[in-house]
């Protein structure tokens, strides 16, 4: 029943700028969502996350390059992808902590939207 809707992937080359989008549907209450990124043979590791709307936590390699940000009545989290490296290059996921009316708080994930930086 919980959706999560990725939209914004897509290639750009080094030092370009992408969006990604994460609409949540379905989920009553949100604690934290973000983004973690996962390349071909290595773990998924986070990217950013923001929690109960104002506290926002980055990875060292992204501070300075990208932001999060939410948009609370569209339950819409978007991550703002500036000065883009091929190291960036991954599967992003999005990623929500919420709970259901009548349930308890919950991880969802997102399908995945692939984000390819090369020249």
């Known amino acids: 029943q919980v959706q999560l809707v990725e939209s914004g992937g897509g290639l750009v080359q080094p030092g370009g700028s992408l969006r990604l989008s994460c609409a949540a549907s379905?989920?009553?209450?949100?604690?934290?969502m973000g983004w973690y990124r996962q390349a071909p043979g290595k773990e998924r590791e986070l990217v950013a996350t923001i929690t109960s709307g104002t506290s926002t936590n980055y990875d060292d390699s992204v501070k300075g390059r990208f932001t999060i940000d939410t948009d609370t009545a569209k339950n819409t989290v978007y991550l703002q992808m500036n000065s883009l490296k091929p190291e960036d290059t991954s599967v992003y996921y999005c990623y929500v902590r919420g709970r259901t009316y009548s349930g308890t708080y919950r991880d969802y994930w997102g399908q995945g939207t692939q984000v390819t930086v090369s020249s």
């Open positions: 379905n989920i009553f209450r949100i604690n934290t």
